[in-house]
């Protein structure tokens, strides 16, 4: 036997070793990107929620220099007086007018035409309504009044009952007009 050992280890290399250059993945690199992304809206969010804080707080300084500088009495007499104006428009605006009404039957009575009774109240609807007693020449001068109401486009509706005709040759009759509810509102 030799005195050479058998040995199964290479006492020389018998290849070049081989290294092994690793290139990053697709879901790596991305996951690093989405890290630092993530990791500057983070930072900026931060910066801006403080920002916003400070000027929060700032403002709610100035808030208490102004509270500080206006009376409380004032205070109680500017809400004092805007709830009474509230209330009297309120008032104003539920508040009707009659004038409206006389100078409406002065402008569009026509000559043969008389009225004795005037009431006023409200409609079915709610609607301003007038109810008239009257007398006309004949039935003709009655149609043309009724006529002549119906053209304002401020009367709802006309309507003429109870004719009867009078000793004197004349006709008596009851009108009902109706208004539109905007007619006779305060403005």
Known sequence: MNNETASFIPKTTLTKPISYKKRMGLFTGLSIFLLILAAAMWGGLYFYKNNLNERLAS?????????????????????????????AKTILGKHLI????????????????RFTDFSFHSSDTGNP??????????????????????KSEDIESVSASDFTLGLDGRVNFSLVIVFKPSYLKFK
Do not use: H, M
């Not at 009659?98 to 043969?112: A, E, K, R």
């Not at 007038?130 to 149609?143: P, V």
């Open 59 to 87: 403002l709610i300084e100035s808030l208490k220099q102004a509270n500080a500088v206006i009376d409380p009495d004032f205070l109680y007499g500017v809400n004092n007086l805007s709830q009474k104006i509230d209330t």
């Open 98 to 113: 009659l004038t409206p009404i006389f100078n409406f039957l002065q402008q569009s009575t026509l000559q043969n035409v």
């Open 129 to 150: 309504q007038i109810n008239l007693k009257g007398a006309s020449r004949d039935y003709t001068s009655l149609a043309l009044q009724v006529e002549e109401f119906r």
